[in-house]
């Protein structure tokens, strides 16, 4: 399989609509149906060897414990109890509404309540529109679908690779329904204090000096599918420090500064992979650099925190 196929935004952005969508309404499932973790790690999916999960949730709410799964080989959406029981049906030939229809009515099948407290979509154009009255957004191309998760998944792996070259706090590798990214997170031990009027998620999010690093599909105002990485709060002089390779910018965006590779860029390096752990390498130096982390201190080479045990195999 090729690594970082063509996926260009505009040949399947009708499907990401869609599933977009779908992804917020069972991530609000999620928020609901899970206890909270710092940062909101309890939120994201993550993926699997057919497509994405919510992993296991329940039991903090009082319903039993269950996991709802996109399947991307079959297509089909999975709702699963522990006692094995099972509801699925197909994610194409859905619209938005009707897919939150047959969602609400798989949970109800397995005696599963679960309130969503906000059935709309977060922070998109239509963020006013209940999910259970959206029929504009009903495509579902199933081979487009399985790229989405395919892309994801190679990323993802990438993004492994990267993580474990740092020993501090990090977030796991995950896939974010609100944004539709895949990313991770880097913390120093560095408070921050954020405005009054910072909304609940920047709130939390950022409430530790963070370098994060992902990979999005692109959307109406930014089309190209690219990698990125930012420092939070952003130091002084970011956007001076050398990226790599040469085609990676630093993108100003309001008050800061996104570096970004995009991902037809890497895919034109004569090793994709390498590029991209290079990009983030040298995000990761620029912002650590300059916001003063003992790089030293938290490097893992090869994922080893005692360097005496380099290249043993257990």
């Known amino acids: ?133 959206d029929t504009e957004h009903a495509t579902y191309d199933p081979v487009q679908a399985n790229q989405y998760w395919q892309v994801l998944s190679q990323v993802a792996a990438v993004l492994e690779e990267f993580a474990a070259r740092y020993s501090g706090k990090v977030s796991p590798v995950h896939h974010f329904w609100h944004t539709f990214d895949i990313a991770h997170t880097r913390f120093s031990d560095a408070h921050v204090d954020q405005p009054s009027d910072a909304d609940p998620v920047t709130r939390e999010a950022y409430s530790r000096e963070v370098i994060s690093f992902g990979f999005w599909f692109g959307d109406d105002t930014s089309p190209e599918p690219a990698f990125y990485s930012y420092t939070a709060p952003e130091p002084p002089g970011l956007a001076e420090e050398p990226l790599t390779p040469p085609s990676a910018q630093w993108v100003a965006r309001k008050d800061s500064h996104l570096a970004v590779l995009l991902y037809d860029a890497a895919r034109a390096e004569s090793d994709p992979r390498a590029a991209v752990l290079g990009f983030y390498e040298s995000a990761y130096q620029a912002g650590a650099g300059r916001a003063g982390w003992d790089i030293a201190r938290f490097a893992c080479p090869g994922g080893v925190t005692d360097q005496r045990l380099s290249g043993t195999r257990l």
């Open 1 to 133: 399989m090729e690594l970082f196929p063509e996926m260009p935004y505009s040949r399947w952005r009708e499907t990401k609509e869609t599933l977009h969508r779908y992804a917020q309404i069972i991530g609000k499932i999620r928020l609901a149906a899970s206890a909270r973790r710092n940062h909101w790690w309890n939120v994201p999916f993550h993926p699997t060897g057919r497509g994405i999960t919510t992993r296991p949730m329940g039991q903090a709410d009082g319903s039993p414990l269950f996991t709802v799964d996109f399947d991307f080989v079959d297509h089909q959406l999975i709702v699963t109890e522990l006692d094995g029981r099972a509801v699925s049906f197909p994610l194409y030939g859905q619209s938005v509404a009707s897919f939150y229809d047959s969602t609400l009515a798989a949970l109800s099948a397995l005696d599963i309540r679960v309130t969503i407290e906000n059935p709309r979509p977060f922070d998109l154009p239509d963020s006013g529109r209940p999910f259970a009255e």
